[in-house]
């Protein structure tokens, strides 16, 4: 299983980013998927996720302004995030779990993708 996320940079707070994740080797209709994000010496936080059977959950500190979607036609990922602010700045990384359950722990997720930044200024 590889996942590959791009989309990442920076960006003036208020504006709009689109993350992409590609995923290889893993069926992501079957599965849970979803986005975590680690800013500098803070622990892995989640974002939010997304199955066919819990639907799409999101961090209380999202909620709101970033949108997770899934295309299971092409294994392809994506979170949508508006309204940006200094604090959403972090690495984020897309994630696949072995379960069509979703949880926030970090360790509920099997497969990782490298990361890609985001920063907002």
């Known amino acids: 299983v590889q996942l590959v996320e791009s989309g990442g940079g920076s960006v003036q707070a208020g504006g709009s980013l689109r993350l992409s994740c590609t995923a290889s080797g893993y069926t992501s209709s079957s599965f849970c998927m979803g986005w975590f994000r680690q800013a500098p010496g803070k622990e892995r936080e989640w974002v939010g996720s997304?199955?066919?059977?819990?639907?799409?959950t999101y961090a209380t500190s999202v909620m709101g302004r970033f949108t997770i979607s899934k295309h299971n036609a092409n294994n392809t990922l994506s979170l949508q995030m508006r309204s940006l602010k200094p604090e959403d700045t972090a690495v984020y990384y897309c994630a696949a779990a072995g379960d069509i359950r979703c949880y926030t722990g970090a360790n509920r997720f099997n497969y990782w993708g490298p990361g890609t930044q985001v920063t907002v200024s």
């Open positions: 997304i199955s066919s059977v819990t639907g799409t």
